[in-house]
């Protein structure tokens, strides 16, 4: 996320430590799903063994719409965080971010944090910038080295104007980046995904993002991890400080987000993240358009925790997903995104 070189890896360190012990999730904004509830199906007509929740996301197999959202690098602690969390996904064949890479430009002997191909082979793996940081001396050239460093299969580009604002000495010139983006995404060899980190993305910018060549957006809405209070938290002036808690709940709710985006774009590759705690959550947001579901924080508490937390987190997420297809009657994803089975509360 937003960087400044002398302190990137110490800030990494402060963001895993905070995420864990402060209280930095959303407090007065949802993710906005508890307005919808499935229909449910008293005789599916199914054998739960046949259901079937894996999909092809950018060109690639993944055995669940289960992302492992972008988290982090550049320490020890990260490292050990990055091969648990690539374990895992191998194990389950589950797509996964890896945190902002700008610092393996700066320092290339920091890029071992980071790298967890070999952990991985086969998973969708996606790279991860700061949109911001094409206003502040990188270009194509870091971009497809920092792909090429991390044998990614994709780059996310970041947006997150806000935690730039409350971050001290945040890079905060997000002028003409519109455009750079469109020439990147011209030219680097892989897809480019726009990503926000918790604010959320409406209609009308990924609208913009697609036109110049974005391949596939990452809501990352309202509703969980809220970056304003977590660079509240770590910032050391009353201003900055204030500042993070008065935008704490700031941002559109995941649910909104993806319905808005899904129902007017609904070939688009889309991932839904922010706030995103359960299986069940996971199916309402599939069936509102999303075709991949991220969860950062919950990932983080269990790879903290040891490799069975992350074992049992993701067979329940499965489990769960797999209970909505079945007590609604569709066998795999794609039959449960088409159903029209998700209703707001107000008219089930
Ligand atoms: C410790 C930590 C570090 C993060 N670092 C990054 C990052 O480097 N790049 C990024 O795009 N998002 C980053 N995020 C944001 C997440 O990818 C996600 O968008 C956000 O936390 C909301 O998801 P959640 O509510 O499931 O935590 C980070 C999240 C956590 C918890």
Redesign the pocket.
Known sequence: ?GENQTTTQTR?DD??RI?LDEKV?CDQITNGLEKYRFHHVCLPELDYQEIDISSQFLGKKVDSPLLI?????GTTNAQLINQQLAQIAQKHNLAM?I??GRVIIEKPEVASTFKVRSHAPDILLLA?I?AVQLNYGYGYKECLELVKILEADAL?L?L?PLQECIQPQGDTNFKDLLNKIGQLCENLPVPVIA????NGISVEMAEKLMEVGVQSI?V?GA???S?AM?ESERADNPLQRQLGKTFANWGIPTADCVANIGHKYPDIPLIA?????NGLEVAKLIALGADLV?????F?KAAMESPQALDFLVNLVNTEIKTVLFCTGNKNLSLLQHSHCLKTSLSV
């Not at 993240?273 to 705690?277: D, L, N, Y």
């Not at 991220?294 to 919950?298: D, E, I, L, S, T």
Request: include cysteine; hydrophobic fraction near 30%; proline fraction near 2%.
């Open positions: 996320m990494k963001h895993i995420c999730q959202s972008s988290m982090t690098g971010g945190g902002s991860n700061g996310i970041h997150n990503k926000e980190v918790g990452d990352a509703g969980g991890t970056w977590v993240s922010g706030g995103v705690r991220g969860f950062a924080y919950p983080l």
